[in-house]
Nanobody, 127 residues
Framework: QVQLVESGGGSVQAGGSLTLSCVVS????????MAWFRQVSGKEREGVAA???????TYADSVKGRFSISKDNAKNTLYLQMNNLKPEDTAMYYC?????????????????????WGQGTQVTVSS
């Protein structure tokens, strides 16, 4: 059973930074897309950033230029560096993995139950 465990969430003021980490309990097929999603209570889960097996990255328009996704295959760890945080970035952040291409996963995967998902880490940005 593969487990994804997120950490690094917290409370920061607008303009601050946080780095989220997601440790995967064992290696996932290297062809899987690894991604970060976020969800505000009462709203749909939305894709934030994704990294493909070849290292190519995809970002939601709302975070381009502020967030950076990366992965360390040796440590089975996915990261999300978040800079210049805004109050609208407040959400529960989830890491996930799926065999879809990253473009498809990021756009549609928020509604999926398949694949692997972590339990989430809360990010709160105050103005």
């Amino acid at each position: 059973q593969v487990q994804l465990v997120e950490s690094g969430g917290g409370s920061v003021q607008a303009g601050g930074s946080l780095t989220l980490s997601c440790v995967v309990s064992r290696s996932i097929d290297s062809r899987y897309c690894m991604a970060w999603f976020r969800q505000v209570s009462g709203k749909e889960r939305e894709g934030v950033a994704a990294v493909d097996h070849d290292g190519s990255t995809t970002y939601a328009d709302s975070v381009k230029g502020r967030f950076s996704i990366s992965k360390d295959n040796a440590k089975n760890t996915l990261y999300l560096q978040m800079n210049n945080l805004k109050p609208e970035d407040t959400a529960m952040y989830y890491c996930a993995a799926d065999p879809s291409t990253c473009v498809v996963f990021l756009q549609y995967g928020g509604a999926w139950t398949r694949g692997y998902w972590g339990q989430g880490t809360q990010v709160t940005v105050s103005s």
